[in-house]
């Protein structure tokens, strides 16, 4: 990857559940602070969970203009705040750009499946057409945040939609890349969002098996890595980035928070048992990455494991490390940031990479709260409950993507030499 231009990220932009901006984020990811609470927004009597990750004190009219706004889902919501967020983060000045050299790539999995969907599903239900908003059909789409936040931020370069499950918040990160590279563009404003948290999408989640069933305490529920981990807390948020050139970035002493050197992917592609694919899946991911950024398993310091608490997965994400990271495994700290904000399914590993790029700038590695007791699967090094400082160079992302697909995403400090 470091054949082509270098590229780094200079702006963060956290709408997340335990915190509204970079640093609010921060402070309660190295504080161990949970953004879990008990369902109020519906009766979650029929359903094994009570449990979710509510982004909360949420206002939009903070970003934008409230009479736009309020037509817009909630994951437009959320998208639109990260950028603005993310650009007066990087001291851009988007005026000054040539118009086709900054682009955008926003993802999501869910879509609007969470409030436009619903009230235009109960509308349907009461009054048949009449009863639907009638811009539901537009603002539903998956493509929808990406176009508000081309208009709020005046960006007339391309506007990019991805959706890969749960990998969509690494891959957009790599289209940036890409397209930085290989001389197409300066700058791209690339993250993910989600807003799934409304009755029937999560519903559907709880029919699948992989929602948590553990109730004693919101602030426990999410344990991933615990031997008594028993699903995945559904999240909400967005993290979008400011993704730039190098020396762009330098000439316009812009903050710099890491270098994307490397990126990997993975696919189970329905081969074997889907434990071993699963595994191999991984360990090509991770192994693709570190070798794209020219790095031994035993350069890498930190890893930001996807670690969403599901019995299966945590599991795969412990052997895939250990066979792609080799003896290096039992030596680098793994720490899941889902123990605090839950999983947002496509905005899940842009906020991983938000914590990892702070993780890197601040030398502090946030921990995997409610670790209580040991997995004899899972046997790595998980950070548990406290975080910890640490000299770091290099970090790597992971992300599983139900349906089969993986992502590793390989940041470090620059090296300016």
Request: glycine share 8%; proline share 5%; aromatic share 8%.
């Amino acid at each position: 990857m470091r054949n082509g231009r270098r590229v780094v990220i200079t702006g963060i932009g956290v709408v997340a559940p335990n915190g509204i901006g970079k640093q609010a984020y921060w402070d309660s990811l190295v504080s161990g602070k949970s953004g879990v609470d008990w369902i109020t927004e519906f009766d979650t009597d029929p359903y094994p969970c009570k449990v979710a990750a509510k982004v909360q004190d949420f206002n939009p009219g903070d970003f934008v203009n409230p009479r736009r706004a309020k037509q817009w889902g909630r994951f437009s919501q959320f998208a639109v705040a990260a950028a603005r967020l993310a650009l007066e983060d990087s001291s851009l000045r988007i005026s000054q750009e040539s118009p086709d050299r900054v682009l955008i790539c926003i993802g999501n999995a869910m879509n609007g499946s969470g409030d436009v969907f619903d009230v235009a599903r109960i509308g349907w239900d009461k009054q048949g057409l009449a009863g639907i908003p009638n811009l539901s059909g537009i603002e539903y789409a998956a493509h929808a945040p990406a176009t508000h936040v081309s208009t709020e931020l005046h960006i007339r370069g391309q506007a990019l939609t991805i959706a890969s499950a749960c990998s969509t918040g690494l891959d957009v990160v790599q289209w940036a890349t890409d397209k930085i590279s290989e001389g197409k563009a300066e700058i791209v404003f690339a993250g993910s969002t989600e807003a799934p948290l409304s009755e029937f999408c999560f519903a559907t989640l709880c029919a699948f098996g992989s929602i948590s069933t553990f109730n004693e305490n919101p602030l426990r529920a999410s344990r991933p890595f615990d031997l008594k981990r028993a699903g995945l807390v559904l999240g909400e948020g967005s993290a979008i980035f400011v993704v730039e050139e190098l020396q762009h970035a330098l000439d316009r002493d812009a903050p710099i928070y890491a270098e994307v050197l490397g990126f990997g992917t993975g696919n189970e592609a329905g081969v074997e048992s889907r434990r071993s694919a699963s595994q191999v899946a991984v360990s090509q991911s991770i192994t693709a990455a570190l070798a794209r950024a020219h790095l031994e398993p035993s350069q890498l310091d930190y890893v930001n494991a996807h670690g969403n608490a599901m019995l299966d997965y945590d599991r795969v994400d412990t052997e895939g490390l250990r066979s792609s990271l080799d003896r290096a495994a039992y030596s680098t700290p793994v720490s899941s940031v889902k123990s605090m904000i839950g999983h947002a399914m496509g905005a899940a590993g842009a906020m991983q990479v938000a914590a990892t790029c702070l993780a890197l700038s601040n030398s502090i590695i946030p921990p995997t709260i409610n670790y209580e007791i040991p997995d004899p699967t899972c046997d790595l090094d998980y950070v548990p409950n406290f975080a910890r400082v640490s000299r770091l160079r290099t970090a790597l992302v992971n992300a599983h993507a139900i349906g089969g697909t993986y992502s590793a995403l390989v940041l470090g400090i620059p090296d300016l030499r």
